[in-house]
């Protein structure tokens, strides 16, 4: 490694130039990475929705209605005039009303009323629209353009629009104080006014290069585009400060900074690198997900975290070595205080903490696999946004209401007919559009003109539109989603399609729940081996993913006792990257209370270890806590938010664990520690081996 170094070292403009036509390159290809706000098109594809929606794709021109758009205060007439205005706008590929189902030139009085008020009621007219994938934004602004801001438009579509167009600029607003706070933080923290530039600039040139080289995925998901580059930027801060600190030691036994720099990145390879490598490992445990949400933000923050790891013992060095002067000059004092008195303090409230932690492991892990889920995109934009307040206002005059759409094999009218009369039984079955519904089994189809029948009836199948009485999920939801596909197996047995928000949400449920597991032990299991092979020990690995995942599980009890429903997306990411992120707090740890022991008993090594490490551990830590709770303080997503939300709180907890729990852990364990590690050379005192 060291032959290597010197060459680094020794060619400092070569590397400039690379790094820097590499981050200019990042810049310019990260705005041709196109992002995708549709959580449902993360289901896998052989999900039996998704295969629905490709066949209904190739069948028909016309989608599932993914909108529903209220217009008050109108008459039969001036609805009709509105669906026509609504046909017109650019995105929207179908419009479904009364009209389409019932005979509107009949008295309205004389129709069958569950049908009527399931489009109008009140002088209220509801529609509900198709808007193509793709034009989501475009076809929103030209509805609301149409009916006005004193009308409601709701659906998946609207809250994709919304999504797009929102969460752009909520994330520069998080960045923008993000960098601020780590800034302010790392003036705190170092002793030098260069060293947070430097250090900023470093996680810089990786987070834009990792943006760019983005690319290679084709697009990423909204949850990649907004948290990734914060998630980077709190996870890899700590590389570049401890390569600096670990020089500026070097340097005062080796005057030459060349040859400084090349012991400080021998030196600091090594916890770098297992720091780094368990956190990629965590991330890159996502990847093993069905829903491929999951691998999408595991593959871009793996590379992430890769990229600046590169970053740090390729690029740092050379910028360190370039502004080594300056960085004397612009010396400060430690605007931080000793933390000897918080070391003595953590000594003597260990062991009752100890205690409160593992009455509390049980408890937690039950508490925290017993939370209430959302599966979709339903809930994401809550009461106090235009979207949840739309939302509201056509629920409470036209209640909840979903489109199902069934596909059928073509050519048998009687079993259709049968098919139908069945499905209007299930008493959540408002009403359906079909070819034997609208128009009857009785009348040939050539009678019909193109246009009614290409949306009915395609070359292979007859489509059935189902406008159920649901929420877009839910425990009834998924019950009636089972109900309909089991009517539909029994007309025809495994040769239909059944799609719809609900149908989706049932897929991701079903999708996700098998994830929670397999993730999480691939996860565990990976960072334990990584423990278990750098640490050379059996017992510290358990230690410490103990600890880590302890902290997790308390993080999702709190929502369970709150009585808060939990967006399953965000409690599948969270396990994964607080254990990634945070599981460095604790190794860190662990290897300087190692360090310690040569020297000092247990009570001093752990009072020197706390006193050390403290300031280390709360730079990175808070700054990912503040860097969450930003994002769940500022984000309308509901599933960014909560994502933000348990991002911080996780932070925070297993910081809690790192600096009062696992102090005491160590100090009881630390004969265990010494008879089941390689190579230990702990002081033992003669008081200390008769207590053992």
Not at 246 to 259: A, Q, S
Not at 324 to 329: F, G, I, P, T
Not at 552 to 571: D, E, K, L, R
Not at 682 to 690: D, Q, R, Y
Request: charged content about 15%; overall charge negative.
């Amino acid at each position: 490694m060291k032959r290597f170094y010197r060459a680094l070292v020794n060619h400092p403009k070569t590397i400039l130039a690379v790094f820097l036509l590499l981050t200019v390159a990042g810049g310019l290809l990260s705005g041709f990475v196109n992002v995708n706000y549709d959580v449902a098109d993360y289901l896998p594809e052989n999900s039996p929705s998704t295969i629905a929606l490709h066949v209904m794709e190739q069948e028909f021109d016309g989608g599932i209605p993914n909108a529903r758009v209220m217009v008050k205060n109108v008459t039969v007439p001036e609805a009709l005039d509105y669906k026509a205005r609504l046909e017109d706008c650019a995105g929207v590929t179908n419009v479904t009303w009364l009209d389409d189902v019932a005979d509107i030139l009949q008295p309205l009085e004389t129709l069958d009323q569950d049908t009527v008020e399931t489009y109008y009621q009140k002088n209220a007219a509801l529609y509900s629209v198709t808007i193509a994938d793709g034009m989501q934004v475009e076809a929103v602004d030209a509805i609301r353009g149409v009916i006005g801001d004193e009308n409601a438009l709701s659906g998946d579509a609207v809250s994709t629009a919304v999504a797009t167009t929102g969460t752009v600029k909520e994330v520069q607003v998080i960045t923008v104080i993000a960098v601020l706070f780590v800034l302010a933080v790392l003036i705190l923290t170092t002793t030098s006014w260069l060293e947070p530039i430097l250090v900023l600039l470093g996680v810089g040139v990786a987070v834009v290069i990792n943006a760019g080289s983005n690319l290679i995925f084709g697009e990423i998901s909204f949850v990649t585009n907004a948290a990734g580059p914060v998630l980077q930027l709190a996870v890899s801060l700590d590389y570049s400060v401890f390569l600096i600190h670990r020089f500026e030691e070097c340097l005062k036994d080796c005057p030459d900074p060349k040859e400084a720099m090349v012991e400080a990145l021998c030196k600091s390879t090594g916890s770098i690198l297992s720091s780094g490598l368990t956190t990629v490992i965590g991330f890159f445990a996502l990847i093993f997900m069905q829903f491929r949400l999951g691998s999408d933000l595991g593959l871009a923050l793996a590379k992430g975290i890769a990229i600046s790891l590169v970053t740090v013992f390729m690029f740092m060095p050379v910028v360190i070595l370039a502004c080594q002067k300056w960085l004397a000059r612009l010396k400060h004092r430690s605007f931080l205080p000793s933390f000897r008195k918080f070391g003595t303090f953590v000594s003597r409230v260990m062991f009752p903490l100890v205690c409160v932690f593992v009455v509390m492991i049980v408890p937690s892990y039950l508490a925290s696999n017993r939370n209430d889920f959302y599966y979709s995109a339903a809930h994401i934009y809550g009461a106090n946004t235009q979207l949840g307040q739309d939302t509201q206002s056509i629920e409470e005059l036209f209640g909840k209401s979903d489109t199902y759409v069934a596909l059928v094999p073509r050519g048998d009218l009687k079993t259709e007919q049968a098919l139908s009369n069945e499905l209007q039984t299930i008493p959540e079955v408002k009403s359906i559009l079909s070819y034997v519904d609208t128009v009857g089994a009785e009348i040939p189809m050539e009678y019909l003109d193109k246009g009614t029948l290409s949306q009915l009836e395609s070359p292979n199948y007859s489509r059935l539109v189902l406008t159920v009485d649901a929420e877009l999920e839910g425990e009834k939801t998924f019950e009636l989603v089972e109900k309909v596909r089991s009517t539909l197996q029994e007309f025809y047995p495994d040769s239909y399609y059944l799609a719809g928000s609900g149908v989706t949400s049932y897929d991701l449920m079903d999708t996700v729940t098998e994830d929670n597991a397999k993730v999480n032990l691939i996860a565990i299991g990976a960072v334990f081996l990584v423990l278990l092979l750098t640490m050379r020990s059996v017992s510290l690995p358990v230690v410490l993913v103990l600890g880590i995942e302890t902290a997790i599980w308390i993080n999702f009890a709190a929502p369970y006792f709150q009585g808060m429903t939990v967006f399953y997306i965000s409690y599948l990411i969270v396990s994964s990257v607080q254990l990634g992120a945070t599981v460095d707090y604790a190794i860190l740890f662990t290897e300087r209370y190692q360090e310690f022991r040569e020297t000092q008993s247990k009570k001093d090594a752990v009072v020197t270890t706390v006193s050390v490490v403290t300031p280390s551990v709360i730079t990175s830590g808070s700054v990912l806590a503040v860097v969450g709770l930003l994002m769940h303080a500022l984000s309308t997503h509901g599933i960014l938010s909560q994502l933000g939300l348990f991002i911080g709180v996780g932070s925070l907890l297993s910081l809690t664990v790192v600096l009062f729990v696992l102090p005491g852990l160590l100090y009881l364990l630390d004969g265990l520690i010494q008879r089941t590690t390689l190579h230990t050379n702990f002081l033992n005192l003669p008081k200390e081996a008769k207590q053992k």
